[in-house]
């Protein structure tokens, strides 16, 4: 998971302090992308997982907040890798990068 420090650094600037990997609650899942709502893919970037039929989803809870990594199920050199901040299923912060595992 080579994008977990991204995902956590996202949660410490919101939350302004250090929190850990192991700080947090860890899961891990596969979903269909349709599975997924507006709160995690913004309605904005849907097309960019529209081609692929599952997600990779790794996320880190911290008290009320999720931060996460969604990343296609396929192995690739490139390919979209949202990560991104929700808190009560409202989206606080996300941001796209390219990139593969």
Known sequence: MGY??????????????????????????????????????????????????????????YKQLIAYVIYPNIDSKSKPILIGLIQEDKLLDFKIVFGGF
């Open 4 to 61: 977990t420090y991204l995902a956590i650094d996202m949660l410490n600037q919101h939350l302004e302090e250090i929190i850990n990997v192991e700080d947090t609650a860890m899961e891990s899942n596969v979903f269909e992308v349709d599975e997924l709502g507006h709160s995690f893919i913004p309605v904005s970037h849907r097309t960019l997982f529209a081609e692929y039929l599952t997600v990779m989803t790794h996320l880190y809870a």
